[in-house]
C-alpha cells in the first residue's frame, strides 16, 4: 500500500510561482512512475506532468511545457512540482499519483495509476 500527501499549494497573482511537494510512504519502487493532476471546478483531471525511472524520465503536458518542472529526490520519497509563470487558467485541485512503469506518454492519463493523493489547491489571480 502507498501513501500519497501532497503540499504546497496556495494563491499567487499570475506570474508568480509554487512548488508543490508530494510525499509517498508505504512500498515504493524506483521503477514506478508517477505524475501531476489538476481538476478545475467543472472539468475533468488532466495530466500535467509525468515521472518515470526516478525522475530520468519526464513528461509535461504541453499547456505547462516550459513553464513547469518535475523532479523527485529519490532519497526522501519526494515527487516536486515546481510551477512558474502562473496563468489564472492553472488555477485548480492538484493531486499527484504512483503507478507502475509504464510509456511516458501514459503518464497523462488517470487510468495509469493506482494510488493517488487528497490534493492540494492552486489559486491563481489575474
Known amino acids: 500500500q502507498v501513501q500519497l500527501v501532497e503540499s504546497g499549494g496556495g494563491s499567487v497573482q499570475a506570474g508568480g510561482s509554487l512548488r508543490l511537494s508530494c510525499v509517498a510512504s508505504g512500498s515504493t519502487s524506483r521503477s514506478a512512475c508517477m505524475g501531476w493532476f489538476r481538476q478545475a471546478p467543472g472539468k475533468e483531471r488532466e495530466g500535467v506532468a509525468g515521472s518515470c525511472a526516478g525522475g530520468e524520465s519526464t513528461y509535461y503536458a504541453d499547456s505547462v511545457k516550459g513553464r513547469f518542472t518535475v523532479s523527485q529526490d529519490n532519497a526522501k520519497n519526494t515527487l516536486y512540482l515546481h510551477m512558474n509563470s502562473l496563468k489564472p487558467e492553472d488555477t485548480g485541485m492538484y493531486y499527484c499519483?504512483?503507478?507502475?512503469?509504464?510509456?511516458?506518454?501514459?503518464?497523462?492519463?488517470?487510468?495509469?495509476?493506482?494510488?493517488w493523493g487528497q490534493g492540494t489547491q492552486v489559486t491563481v489571480s489575474s
Open positions: 499519483a504512483r503507478g507502475p512503469a509504464m510509456p511516458l506518454i501514459a503518464t497523462m492519463m488517470t487510468g495509469s495509476y493506482d494510488y
